[in-house]
């Protein structure tokens, strides 16, 4: 891999030491800098998906403070799916299989009623957003085995954060939604980069 792309994991790796240990302050700026490291590895190959870790980055920045910017944060990270769905499907030129998609859908799905009653002022959102994701992981799949990975870690991240949000907290949260979001997006990377 690509010197941006470990530069990427090691970022990851220390917002991840950062947030289990407590630390605060500017050392928390580091969340979005493995995103934007991948926007940058990424441009040369693919520009919806560079754009995509872009508002990604954004997501991270307005998740830094949920009670304020959580909707902001669900917007931003909204886009960077619908962009990244094209992006999987044109780097593969494939369409994904009408059983992996199938899957993805009943888990979203599963996903949105777990958490939808509880929802509050976001009960649409919290759909939209579910289907959304469910796409790009399925578009992320025609990128081969590496694809999936990455489609169903950004899933199992999502949903985790979903949950702690809305139905009951999570013990070690941001360890395990950050861990599989940075996960997801090191692994989509690398999907699109062997594509």
């Given at each position: 891999?690509?010197?941006?792309?470990?530069?990427?994991?090691?970022?990851?790796?220390?917002?991840?030491?950062?947030?289990?240990?407590?630390?605060?302050?500017?050392?928390?700026?580091?969340?979005?800098?493995?995103?934007?490291?991948?926007?940058?590895?990424?441009?040369?190959?693919?520009?919806?998906?560079?754009?995509?870790?872009?508002?990604?980055?954004?997501?991270?920045?307005?998740?830094?403070?949920?009670?304020?910017?959580?909707?902001?944060?669900?917007?931003?990270?909204?886009?960077?799916h619908v962009?990244?769905?094209?992006?999987?499907?044109?780097?593969?030129?494939?369409?994904?299989?009408?059983?992996?998609?199938?899957?993805?859908?009943?888990?979203?799905?599963?996903?949105t009623v777990?958490?939808?009653?509880?929802?509050?002022?976001?009960?649409?959102?919290?759909?939209?957003?579910?289907?959304?994701?469910?796409?790009?992981?399925?578009?992320?799949?025609?990128?081969?085995?590496?694809?999936?990975?990455?489609?169903?870690?950004?899933?199992?991240?999502?949903?985790?954060?979903?949950?702690?949000?809305?139905?009951?907290?999570?013990?070690?949260?941001?360890?395990?939604?950050?861990?599989?979001?940075?996960?997801?997006?090191?692994?989509?990377?690398?999907?699109?980069?062997?594509?």
């Amino acid at each position: 891999m690509p010197p941006l792309w470990w530069g990427a994991a090691l970022a990851g790796v220390a917002y991840l030491v950062v947030v289990t240990r407590g630390g605060a302050g500017w050392l928390r700026a580091v969340k979005a800098l493995p995103a934007l490291l991948l926007a940058a590895l990424l441009a040369p190959v693919s520009a919806l998906a560079a754009v995509g870790m872009v508002f990604s980055a954004a997501g991270d920045a307005f998740l830094l403070d949920k009670q304020r910017f959580f909707l902001h944060g669900l917007a931003a990270f909204l886009v960077a799916h619908v962009l990244f769905v094209p992006a999987f499907v044109l780097a593969s030129g494939r369409w994904p299989s009408p059983v992996v998609a199938g899957v993805l859908a009943v888990l979203a799905v599963t996903g949105t009623v777990l958490v939808r009653p509880r929802s509050g002022r976001m009960r649409v959102a919290v759909p939209i957003y579910a289907v959304t994701l469910a796409a790009m992981a399925a578009a992320a799949s025609t990128l081969g085995p590496l694809g999936l990975a990455g489609g169903a870690l950004f899933l199992a991240s999502d949903t985790l954060l979903a949950v702690n949000q809305f139905k009951r907290p999570i013990p070690g949260r941001d360890f395990l939604v950050l861990g599989t979001y940075y996960g997801a997006l090191l692994t989509l990377s690398a999907a699109l980069l062997s594509a």
